[in-house]
């Protein structure tokens, strides 16, 4: 006779239809099965365990049903699946569904449609069918069947035409395109998704665009949206950076559209913006013509020089490249451009990309700005731009004197606040271009586009409001005057 081995449990084999487990011999497990029952002493190798203590009456889940926590127990119903939901329809529904279905079909004018529709749907309908089951009997089980057919298919119709109806709305509110005409009377907004002060700015823009002919970058073109609108997008992304994907949801296109219009459309801005309206630097007798009072100890200043850098991604084409675009100024990978300004804050020059590691001079001489000073012309610059054994001859740097001292004489106090007030607003026109958000990072797919980028991003930012307050105020008083 086996008897179970748990505490308060009397069963045995020769009176219970239980079935009976022995302990196991692993140590862990038969730990585990000592653990659940709570009892002091050791099993001996004749103990056994009723199915009783094991949920489902399996020895693979264990004993865990016994006197000391039943009242810990609860029920479980495991949840049922969730069937195909059906699509509920109502009586009208049915009937409605029905008119339209027959209405396409035939010809039949639509208010005899009503009149059927209203008959079936009253409440008398029901006792005129009782009725003419009694006066005009048929074959009950013929009728049955036909009866249940014909509500079989009315329904699959009913059901098939509402969900026709539900996509072909759900469609035509996905493909709802984005376009100028929805923001072109909110300023706010075009400054917002351009960069552009206004819609009037905007239009400018396009009219210098709107006759040229487009070679797209892809090698086909694009039709489906306008050219306004094409142009809208690239700004949107230069401007937001907005993803591509959000791009072609916005506009109802392809990714691969958003692509070719984005960079087909920079190189177009680059050419009309950058190349023909800023080929060359303006001459400092022009730059006397609005000169603004922190620039008036330096009459002759023809540009304002600085560096600034943009992040990008590790080369992984070799450790050369990864080295050559590392800056120790930003401890990180970047490309750097020389950006040069007038007296007045308007940006006249605008670099090439170059690695990181690059110095200053070394820009300054590749990119060739050199070759656009005359005899009498003044650079002002930063410290880090040494560049005096390079300049063509007549040409003067100015920049802040180093301290060689314990500290700075008056003189060179003054001067180097002199200096700062004049230079500070090349910073200020480079901070208005890093507002552009494509300039937060230049991905991989971007880096053969970058200077571009760039030089179109340096365009954009002369057509917003002047940058100095001295100079925006002469503007508005002469634009009053017209």
């Known amino acids: 006779m086996v008897m179970c081995w748990a505490p308060e449990c009397k069963h045995y084999n020769q009176r219970e239809t239980c079935k009976f487990f022995k302990f196991p011999k692993d140590a862990k497990e038969r730990m585990r099965w000592k653990k659940f029952i709570r009892r002091s002493e050791e099993p001996g190798p004749g103990a056994f365990l009723c199915s009783c203590h094991f949920p489902g009456g399996k020895r693979e889940n264990g004993p865990q049903l016994f006197q000391h926590n039943i009242a810990k127990r609860f029920s479980y119903t495991s949840p049922e699946k969730k069937g195909k939901k059906r699509l509920k329809l109502t009586r009208s529904d049915v009937a409605e569904a029905l008119a339209n279905i027959t209405r396409t079909q035939s010809g039949i004018p639509e208010d005899i449609h009503q009149v059927e529709i209203e008959r079936a749907t ?54 709802t395109a984005f376009t100028y005409e929805e923001i072109c009377h909110f300023d706010n907004l075009v400054s917002l998704y351009t960069g552009l002060p206004n819609a009037g700015i905007f239009d400018s823009v396009y009219q210098l665009l709107e006759n040229i002919e487009v070679n797209y970058y892809l090698e086909w073109n694009v039709d489906k949206i306008s050219k306004k ?108 451009a020389l950006i040069g300004v007038a007296p007045n804050g308007v940006v006249t020059f ?44 007549g040409v003067n740097l100015n920049i802040p004197p180093f301290l060689v001292t314990s500290q700075f004489t008056p003189e060179q106090v003054y001067r180097t606040e002199t200096i700062a007030r004049a230079r500070i607003h090349v910073e200020r026109a480079i901070r208005r271009m890093k507002c552009y958000k494509i300039l937060d990072f230049i991905p991989y797919s971007l880096q053969s586009h970058g200077s571009c980028v760039v030089q179109v991003i340096g365009a954009l930012t002369n057509l917003q409001p002047p940058l100095i307050r001295e100079v925006a105020q002469a503007y508005s008083s002469s634009t009053d005057n017209e």
Request: proline share 5%; aromatic share 6%.
């Open 122 to 175: 009253s409440p008398t309908a029901s006792i005129e069918a009782t009725e003419n089951i009694y006066l005009n009997p048929q074959p009950s089980t013929s009728r049955a069947a036909d009866d249940k057919d014909i509500l079989s298919t009315t329904m699959l119709n009913a059901e098939n035409y509402f969900l026709r109806r539900e996509l072909e709305q759900k469609e035509s509110m996905r493909r």
């Open 350 to 393: 605008v670099s090439d990309l170059y690695p990181g590691s690059t110095s200053d001079k070394k820009i300054v001489q590749h990119c060739k700005i050199l070759e656009q000073m005359e005899t009498g012309d003044l650079i002002l610059a930063d410290k880090g731009f040494l560049l005096k054994d390079i300049l063509p001859p």
């Open 229 to 336: 609108d094409q142009l809208l997008m690239c700004l949107m992304k230069l401007r937001q950076n907005f993803p591509h994907e959000d791009l072609a949801q916005r506009f109802a296109v392809s990714q691969a559209t958003v692509t070719n219009i984005v960079i087909t459309w920079i190189h177009v801005l680059h050419e009309i913006l950058y190349k023909q309206m800023m080929s060359s630097i303006p001459s400092r007798n022009k730059n006397k013509t609005c000169l603004p009072n922190c620039c008036s100890t330096f009459t002759n200043c023809r540009i304002i020089l600085d560096c600034t850098e943009i992040a990008t991604m590790v080369p992984r084409s070799s450790m050369t490249a990864q080295k050559a675009t590392y800056s120790a100024y930003k401890h990180k990978n970047t490309w750097k």
